[in-house]
């Protein structure tokens, strides 16, 4: 149907974006897979020498390493079960007919758009502070030592700090699912007499699976990445102990400036970030194609 | 009967929700509250009650020069959103109106530079920026911004565009309007709600992105992000300033997502959830 002409003017259209991000993908992951191979030191720029796989064996062989890789996912998996689970609860809890609906909801998901950075020093200073924080005023009222949440339990604070941004995220995509569920079938089922436990087990939840499968897939995207909140709170201390891979990276790269190293680490990132991307893919593909 | 016991679910509903909701608010809230309080009272332990004073902001204006990140953070996401759609648009639009074979797999592998975690490329961005001289420039930064950008504002234009209906056009073209006519008259204003949210959630997302703007920046092109990341080593007293500008970094950006909630499912899924 579509002309020579028309389809050569959507070629012309299409192409500046595909070549945009094909140079933005292929340069910059080209120069990294470069330099793994590199002994590059910014701090000896005049000295660059190929290295063969040392980086790798290097960033295989630091204790930090599979401590790093361990800490991403639990973050990743932490912060999933938390949102997951607490959005579906708070989705169902807001289909509710109740006064003040639309309040509710504003403040619900509000921490959505709190950036970063604001987010973590707010659970720092304001709530998790052993000294002046919330948390602190609660144990000392009930007669507790107050906790030192980031010397403690530092991944844990983190996860915390991640899943308060994300459960609105989670929240919003569930209760949209929820609201386009068939009110005619949930009734029919009520009739037959299915209680209101079997009605979510087998209504409820095998309609939210589809919005549970792309609120999984779209956070691990953003969760494999978490940085800033570790940065401005324990800045991966004590010791490795709230150190993920993609803050490995930057402590080699940029405060060891091991260009070397800090690639290979980066390649490191790419293929876990493929593993998890395929394997999501595949665990989720039948459920997005309905 | 049946009433009342409606009414008194409603009741027990509410109740609930109100006590989760404000639990989940409350850091925000009590950021506000703090940032309305002198610095000794700050520290006094808990209290919901300021005194309303507002010389921390006067503080953080002053001395910290608050107005240059805030500059740079209106500068950075309204620049790299327009420079986005300038791209997008057409690409969005050709692959909505004219799809090939190949139109999904180009969608889809879009999508998936998405998943390239930034860090891989640091170094290397980090090197280009330096040898270009982009490092703390706003000029790099919108467009580091574009390109992360890129593929969520395609995905999202592309999803809005599909459902202008193709029976519009060729009635159009029946009338024998030309093209121009018809991208003009039909097809703009029927794609401007579409494009309108795009770029509400893509501001969004360029004011809190927080890796980049952090390591690519020191004081010249430092948006809000970085600033307030420089709180994070403390000297003396600073709860409510650190509130204080907290409350301003966050406060727009706030405001615009309360009234973009339907897009933001909408384009954060890429058109899957409705």
């Keep these: 149907m579509a002309t020579e002409n028309t389809r050569g003017l959507a070629r012309l259209m299409l192409a500046p974006s595909v070549v945009l991000l094909l140079v933005w993908m292929v340069v910059p992951l080209a120069m990294t897979l470069w330099f793994s191979f590199q002994n590059y030191n910014l701090l000896n720029p005049a000295n660059v020498s190929w290295a063969g796989l040392f980086n790798y064996q290097y960033f295989y062989t630091d204790p930090a390493f599979f401590q790093s890789i361990w800490n991403t996912l639990l973050i990743v998996g932490g912060v999933l079960l938390i949102t997951v689970v607490g959005g579906i609860a708070i989705a169902l809890m807001l289909d509710q007919p109740m006064w003040g609906q639309g309040i509710v909801r504003i403040m619900i998901i509000s921490p959505f758009f709190v950036m970063p950075p604001v987010a973590a020093l707010i659970w720092k200073n304001m709530i998790m502070h052993p000294g002046y924080g919330v948390l602190a005023d609660i144990n000392r009222a009930l007669g507790f030592q107050p906790v030192d949440w980031f010397a403690q339990y530092p991944l844990f604070s983190i996860i915390i700090i991640v899943a308060w941004q994300w459960l609105p995220f989670a929240t919003l995509i569930l209760l949209t699912a929820l609201q386009s569920l068939d009110g005619e079938q949930v009734e029919a089922a009520e009739m037959d007499g299915a209680g209101a436990f079997s009605r979510f087990v087998y209504l409820t939840l095998p309609h939210l699976a589809r919005a549970v499968t792309v609120v999984i897939l779209i956070q691990t995207i953003f969760l494999l990445g978490v940085y800033a909140e570790i940065l401005v709170t324990t800045n991966g201390g004590p010791g490795y102990a709230s150190t993920n891979l993609p803050f490995l990276i930057y402590r080699t790269a940029l405060l060891g400036y091991d260009v070397g190293g800090a690639s290979a680490g980066g390649i490191i990132a790419v293929i876990l970030a493929n593993v998890v991307a395929i394997f999501l893919m595949r665990a989720v593909g039948k459920n997005l194609d309905k | ?274």
């Design chain 2, 1 to 274: 009967m049946a009433r009342a016991v409606s009414n008194r679910r409603k009741t027990i509903a509410t109740i609930v929700a109100w006590l989760v909701a404000l639990i989940i608010f409350f850091p925000i809230l009590y950021t506000v509250l703090t940032s309305l309080k002198t610095e000794p009272e700050a520290i006094q332990g808990f209290s919901l009650v300021p005194s309303f004073t507002l010389e921390s902001y006067v503080t953080v204006h002053t001395q910290r020069d608050y107005f240059k990140p805030f500059m740079n953070s209106v500068v950075l996401s309204l620049g790299s959103t327009l420079l986005a759609l300038l791209v997008a648009v057409p690409a969005a639009w050709s692959m909505a109106f004219s799809p090939t074979r190949r139109t999904k797999d180009i969608l889809l592998w879009m999508l998936s530079t998405k998943m390239m975690p930034a860090v891989a490329v640091l170094v290397p961005i980090y090197l280009i920026f330096r040898d270009f001289g982009l490092l703390d420039t706003r000029i790099g930064l919108t467009i580091m911004l574009t390109l992360i950008n890129l593929p969520i504002v395609v995905w999202m234009l592309y999803t809005y565009f599909r459902e202008i209906p193709g029976e519009i056009l060729e009635a159009a073209r029946m009338d024998g309007a030309s093209l121009w006519g018809e991208i003009v008259y039909v097809l703009t204003p029927m794609a401007v709600p579409g494009i309108a949210s795009t770029m509400l959630l893509n501001i969004i997302l360029a004011w809190n992105e927080a890796f980049w703007t952090i390591r690519l920046t020191t004081t010249n092109a430092a948006p809000l992000t970085a600033f307030i990341t420089s709180f994070s080593s403390p000297q003396g007293l600073f709860w409510a300033k650190l509130s204080a500008a907290s409350t301003l970094a966050i406060a727009p950006i706030l405001i615009m997502g309360w009234f973009s909630q339907k897009q933001l499912v909408r384009g954060l899924t890429f058109g899957a959830v409705k």
